[in-house]
Nanobody, 120 residues
Framework: QVQLQESGPGLVKPSQTLSLTCTVS??????????WSWIRQPPGKGLEWIGY???????DYSPSLKSRTSISRDTSKNRFTLQLNSVTPEDTAVYYC????????????WGQGTQVTVSS
């Protein structure tokens, strides 16, 4: 059974870097055709795609966040990490990691989500 688990600090100060890790079990992050994604939901708003890292290690990011975002992976630990720089209170959200299957074009596994609040 595939499971994704987000971890990281729940409170980040403005201008600092938000760093979250998604640890995956039940599937290798190098498995063909899977994209390992970060998605967030600000309070009272819809889901916002942040970016992904693919099974080959290539990345893609939302244009609106690209200048501040980096996604990397550690294949030896089967996990991937989000870094969002220069955060503001507008980055407050529930952050999810999810697995996207490119062949069927849908997300088939999600983490439970983790609340991150940006506040001094």
């Amino acid at each position: 059974q595939v499971q994704l688990q987000e971890s990281g600090p729940g409170l980040v100060k403005p201008s600092q870097t938000l760093s979250l890790t998604c640890t995956v079990s039940g599937a290798a992050i190098t498995t063909n055709n899977y994209y390992w994604s970060w998605i967030r939901q600000p309070p009272g708003k819809g889901l916002e795609w942040i970016g992904y890292i693919t099974y080959t290690g290539s990345t893609d990011y939302s244009p609106s966040l690209k200048s501040r975002t980096s996604i990397s992976r550690d294949t030896s630990k089967n996990r991937f990490t989000l870094q969002l720089n220069s955060v503001t209170p507008e980055d407050t959200a529930v952050y999810y990691c999810a697995r996207y299957y490119s062949s069927s074009r849908h997300y088939n596994h999600w983490g439970q989500g983790t609340q991150v609040t940006v506040s001094s």
